[in-house]
């Protein structure tokens, strides 16, 4: 813990990448968040494909977890979707 700090437990880096990220940023949070950062640390790191809103795209996608995780992040925009269609066509 002491050299790597989180880095080694994916649930807690993330959970503490993204609440750090909000935080210096300025946002205010509510307990959808909350729940949205609960969802995203137990289950980003053990996906393929992940699906979140906008918002939540935006910060994993900032703070490069997807890359870390090796993780294909989605959401629910017109733009995203059509990725997501052709990533189907494909298999």
């Known amino acids: 813990m002491e ?5 080694r437990i994916p649930t807690l880096n993330t959970k503490f990448s993204i609440g750090a990220y909000i935080a210096v940023k300025g946002k205010q ?3 959808g968040d ?4 609960m969802r995203i640390s ?3 790191f053990s996906s393929d494909i992940f699906f979140t809103d906008k ?3 935006y910060e ?4 490069e977890l997807d890359k870390k995780y090796k ?10 979707l059509k990725k997501f269609i052709e990533v189907l066509n494909n298999l």
């Open 34 to 37: 909350q729940i949205d950062i």
């Open 71 to 80: 993780t294909e992040v989605y959401s629910g925009t017109e733009a995203d």
């Open 3 to 7: 050299k790597n700090g989180f880095s």
């Open 55 to 57: 918002k939540r795209k």
């Open 60 to 63: 994993i996608c900032e703070l």
């Open 29 to 31: 949070e509510n307990s």
């Open 42 to 44: 137990s289950y980003l």
